[in-house]
């Protein structure tokens, strides 16, 4: 059948199983937005109040749901607006598919009003991206973004469409098709490469496990569970790993790294085995390189090849899905003992705890009384600082998908825009958003939008009144000089909520902090919780930059 462009992007969406996209209308994307209007029943648009508040929900979206993630934009700044959304999403290997509409094809290259180069723009934040002049390869290219976004290593893709191919005139045969199967890499898997994996755990005495964003991509909690327990070995994980294992587990032992638990650097440093399972070893996990686990081989499975040898040289490592390899392995894997070893790393986290100051509101005490109140099980997003690390050590992950943070490009601005895509993709879900004030102030317009869309998302603002990491290493490696991180405005946080539809609560206290999440938790609007919490209260245990994770320090 003859098809417009417009007719065609929006039917092969619908081929996509997209029921949602979230986005911002403007001049080049009229016609798209004219035929998204006609399908309205179909595809749910959430319009936000930045285009970068679109980006972060599609990428919440995508995260929360194991879907693609859509977003829209127009041309010029309607597309760079998105920029930091698909930096986010690329660095944290997130499946999401941009759209954005450009100028006519005759203007493109001239300067013309509204025009930018977004396809360059973003080449080296996407996994792909394209420009479709020609509305015969618009279908095609559709389809192989979705193709690519979810393929081995998931991420972003861009597509970019002038908007005379998506005009009503503009017309051509559209043939449905069936969404292409996006199978697990499976290729570089190996009989030979499991026989080495295997014979490396046969011989380790003191193994640990280690485990990464990948682990919960490729939906191996289960395969991972199982390999844990054949190993006998204790497990610690990466913030992007959280949930992958569940926190609640006799082996975990917590994060490593710069904020790691005591307990995971200690282990990871004593270990003579290594297993990396889906992580990059980044530079807030390895503190010091040359001296990272430097007693252990290090076994690394990964689906991308880019990411061996590249931070820390493995001993042997497995190209492949995780949860393809893990189920391998856990067939050909006979039960090992390690209970002295495994007795050992118990006794170093009873004697290491992550410890809440015992008076007054703090940020541990928030984070540690909302997993009580929400017995573990909401979805939680974060904003980057403090809060975010308070939030990845006292709220205990239980599944894969449950936390959403910025972990590679560390983006102030991205929970809330996530809490509405979690919220949209899983309205029977608890959605909470852990903000400092500082990070809040970058997107916090977004609060209109939960409005708007009837969102009972729950914004927590850990409130210290300065930009809390950034003072936290000020005050310990500049001397106390305290140069532009002081947020001392006078801004009222809960007259803006109320402004912007949402309920506002302010609590100064351990009592009125309950009570406010209490009603947040029974609420059928948006709320906002205001934490004033004192501005010298820091994350601890930390590494310095650039030390063994084994020389950690805290308040004493």
Known sequence: ???????????????????????????????????????????????????????????????STGKVGVCFATSGP??????TGIATAHMDSVPMIAITCNVTVP?????????????????????????????????????????????????????????DVTAPNNKYEYMPMKPIPTGRAKKDITEDGLKKAIKLIDKAKKPVIFVGGGAVLSGASKELKKFADLVDAP????????????GNDDRYIGMLGMHGTKASNLSVSEC?????????????????????????????????????????MADHAIIGDVKEILSRINKALEQKDHSAWMKHVKELSEANPLKVPENGLSGQFVVEET????????????????????????????????????????????????????????????????????????????????????????????????????????????EQRYSATVLDD????????????????????????????SEALRSDKPVLIDCIIDSDDKVWPMVAPGAPINEFFNED
């Open 371 to 478: 997993y009580r109140q929400t017995k573990g099980d909401a979805i939680i997003t974060t904003e980057v600082g403090q809060h975010q690390m308070w939030a990845a050590q006292f709220y205990k992950y239980k599944r894969p998908h449950q936390l959403l943070t910025s972990g590679g490009l560390g983006t102030m601005g991205y929970g809330l825009g996530a809490a509405i895509g979690a919220k949209t993709g899983n309205p029977d879900k608890t959605v909470i958003n852990f903000a400092g004030d500082g990070c809040f102030r970058m997107n916090m317009n977004e609060l209109a939008t939960a409005s708007r869309e009837k969102l009972p998302i729950i914004e927590i603002v850990i409130n210290n009144h300065v930009l809390g990491m950034v003072r936290q290493w000020q005050t310990l490696f500049y």
């Open 1 to 63: 059948m003859l098809l417009s462009g417009s007719e065609i992007i929006i039917e092969c969406l619908k081929e996509q199983g997209v029921d949602t996209v979230f986005g911002y209308p403007g001049g080049a994307i009229l016609n798209l937005y004219d035929e998204l209007y006609k399908h309205r029943n179909e595809i749910h648009h959430v319009l936000t109040s930045h285009e970068q508040g679109a980006s972060h929900a599609a990428d919440g979206y995508a995260r």
């Open 235 to 246: 497990v610690c994980d990466t913030l992007m790993g959280k949930g992958a294992f569940s």
């Open 107 to 163: 203007l493109l290259g001239k300067d013309s009003f509204q025009e930018i180069d977004i396809t360059g723009i973003t080449m080296p934040i996407t996994k792909h991206n394209f420009i479709v002049k020609d509305i015969k390869d618009l279908a095609d290219t559709i389809r192989r973004a979705f193709v690519i976004a979810q393929t081995g290593r998931p991420g972003p893709v861009l597509i970019d469409i002038p908007k």
């Open 272 to 312: 003579d085995l290594l297993i990396a399972v889906g992580t990059r070893f980044s530079d807030r996990v390895l503190g010091n390189p040359a001296k990272f686990a430097s007693k252990a081989k290090v076994l690394q499975f990964d689906v991308d090849p880019a990411e061996i040898n590249k931070n820390i």
């Open 490 to 517: 006078g801004v009222d946080f809960i007259k803006l909520a109320e402004a912007m539809g949402a309920t506002g609560y302010r609590v100064t206290t351990r009592e009125e902090f309950s009570k406010a999440l």
């Open 78 to 83: 309607g597309a760079t607006n998105l920029v």
